[in-house]
């Protein structure tokens, strides 16, 4: 049946194939567009310290969080997700050192870009990829050194030092 379809499209001639070609050469060009800026949202894409699947420099025995369900009203520390003109989003503080035992808030305030925050350490759990007054926080469990991105925005890093 599609092929009876696709020998009809192929045997048109006048004015509504130049359509159909101009429409093509159009969404070509705007896939082509959309390609220019790169891989969005896949991990490997964003500039991290370690190359992906390399082991970070901690022990993977050490690491332990628990991202929690909902955030608290009064979390141990909060890092801001802003809008950078210059890099596109930015964590302040972009390395924050806490006790064992601690939770940190991430709350995003960019009005104009969606933001995460991915682990270098690909056991732990990600926070989804949201929006402006999303609220995520996860509690520390053990020392270590926990490093982590944006996967949309290269060069957007940030570290929590545990400290036992």
């Known amino acids: ?5 696709l020998a009809r499209a192929r ?16 969404l070509g060009v705007l896939l082509a567009g959309c390609g220019a800026f790169g891989q969005v949202g896949d991990p490997t894409s964003a500039h991290v310290p370690f190359a992906p699947g390399s082991v970070p420099p901690h ?6 969080l628990r991202p929690l369900p909902k955030p608290l009203a009064h979390p ?10 210059n890099t596109v989003g930015e964590f302040v503080p972009e390395n924050l050192t806490v006790p064992v035992g601690s ?10 870009d969606l933001h995460n925050v991915w682990w270098i350490d690909q056991n732990l759990v990600n926070s989804p990829t ?19 991105y944006c996967t949309l925005h290269p060069g957007m890093i940030g570290r929590v030092v545990v400290t036992g």
């Open 1 to 5: 049946m599609w092929r009876k379809a």
């Open 11 to 26: 045997s048109r001639r006048g004015p509504r194939r130049w359509t159909e070609g101009a429409a093509a050469l159009g």
């Open 59 to 64: 022990s993977a025995t050490a690491l332990a």
């Open 76 to 85: 141990d520390y909060t890092v801001i997700i802003y809008h950078n003109v």
């Open 103 to 112: 939770t940190v808030q991430w709350l995003w305030t960019d009005h104009y």
């Open 130 to 148: 949201m929006g402006s007054g999303f609220r995520w926080a996860v509690r520390f469990l053990a020392a270590g050194v926990y490093e982590y």
